[in-house]
Nanobody
Framework: QVQLVESGGGMVQAGGSLRVSCTVS????????MGWFRQAPGKEREVVAT????????YYADSVKGRFTISRDNAKNTVYLQMNSLKPEDTAVYSC???????????????????WGQGTQVTVSS
């Protein structure tokens, strides 16, 4: 059974930083791309960042480029999202997801991922 467990969300003032983590079990982590997505109230889920299985390919939504960094530690089965210079519009539930197929570079579409974490709330106050 594949499980994804996120941690590290919370509340921060605008301009602050947070790091969220996601640990995966039940799948050979190093074979799969990973993604971070977010969903704000009343809005559709959107991609934040993705990373290939070995970390050499990353993708960022335009809204977070230069502020967020996705990384992974295959020895720990964990993917991270470092969020700096946070803005109130970054407030959302952040979820990690593991790619549906092995040895792909990931992608921005949620349908490319088949297992999801429960989500962690990130709230940025102005």
């Amino acid at each position: 059974q594949v499980q994804l467990v996120e941690s590290g969300g919370g509340m921060v003032q605008a301009g602050g930083s947070l790091r969220v983590s996601c640990t995966v079990s039940g799948r050979t982590f190093s074979n799969y791309a990973m993604g971070w997505f977010r969903q704000a109230p009343g809005k559709e889920r959107e991609v934040v960042a993705t990373i290939s299985r070995n970390g050499d390919n990353t993708y960022y939504a335009d809204s977070v480029k230069g502020r967020f960094t996705i990384s992974r530690d295959n020895a720990k089965n964990t993917v991270y999202l470092q969020m700096n210079s946070l803005k109130p519009e970054d407030t959302a539930v952040y979820s990690c997801a593991v790619a549906r197929w092995p040895r792909t570079v990931g992608g921005a579409l949620p349908s490319l991922y088949d297992y999801w974490g429960q989500g962690t709330q990130v709230t940025v106050s102005s």
